[in-house]
């Protein structure tokens, strides 16, 4: 009876690992098979063309006004320290100038707009005005014993010079020439500035 038994043992330990065997058999060939659902799907290139560039045009540069670097200037040796600062009607005139010039005209070429025609009209008359200090000035260094070849002179010429180029200017209507005659007229004044205040000292 116990060798039937012990045969019945093994008989079903024989079919216990047969089953394991089958399940592991089983299992080892649902790993081995690919999932559909998982697999990765081919992806696609789209060419995609880039947007035409555009290039838009410089536009030219508007030139501003840069003070001119000082000179040095001194007051004449022998030349007492000049009293009733004698540049003062052509400074005042110079001023002035630059004001109306700059609010008729130079204003909108700094903007880059053209000169509207109803500034033009008049315009001569209207900065011939201001002519007149430049004399006045050159007669006062004359009176107070300045040397003609002090730079006061050359500037009170080249401020003239602008100013009357800017009449013309006025006159032609000559607007390319508009920040040309402002930047001339301000370069001459401040020289003066510097010429004439050195006599002050």
């Given at each position: ?20 065997a ?10 081995s ?29 508007i ?31 110079a ?7 700059f609010?008729?005209?130079?204003s ?31 007669a ?6 300045v ?6 002179y050359?500037d ?30 301000k ?15």
């Amino acid at each position: 009876m116990l060798t039937d038994m012990s045969g019945c043992r093994r008989a079903s330990g024989i079919r216990t690992i047969a089953s394991v065997a089958a399940l592991v058999a089983a299992l080892a060939g649902c790993r081995s098979t690919p999932d559909p659902a998982g697999t990765t799907p081919p992806t696609s290139t789209v060419a995609t063309t880039p947007p035409p560039t555009t290039t838009s045009p410089t536009a030219t540069p508007i030139p501003t006004y840069t003070p001119p670097p000082g000179r040095g200037v001194k007051r004449p040796p022998g030349v007492a320290p000049v009293k009733g600062i004698p540049c003062d009607p052509a400074s005042s005139d110079a001023h002035f100038y630059e004001v109306a010039w700059f609010s008729s005209f130079a204003s909108y070429a700094a903007d880059g707009k053209p000169v509207p025609d109803f500034q033009w009209a008049g315009a001569q008359g209207d900065l011939s005005v201001y002519l007149s200090g430049t004399g006045k000035a050159r007669a006062a260094l004359q009176a107070a014993g300045v040397p003609a070849s002090y730079p006061a002179y050359r500037d009170l010429s080249d401020l003239d010079a602008a100013m009357r180029q800017g009449i013309n200017v006025a006159r032609t209507r000559a607007e390319s020439k508009v920040l040309t005659v402002y930047f001339a007229v301000k370069t001459a004044h401040d020289h003066l500035i510097e010429s004439c205040g050195a006599l002050e000292r």
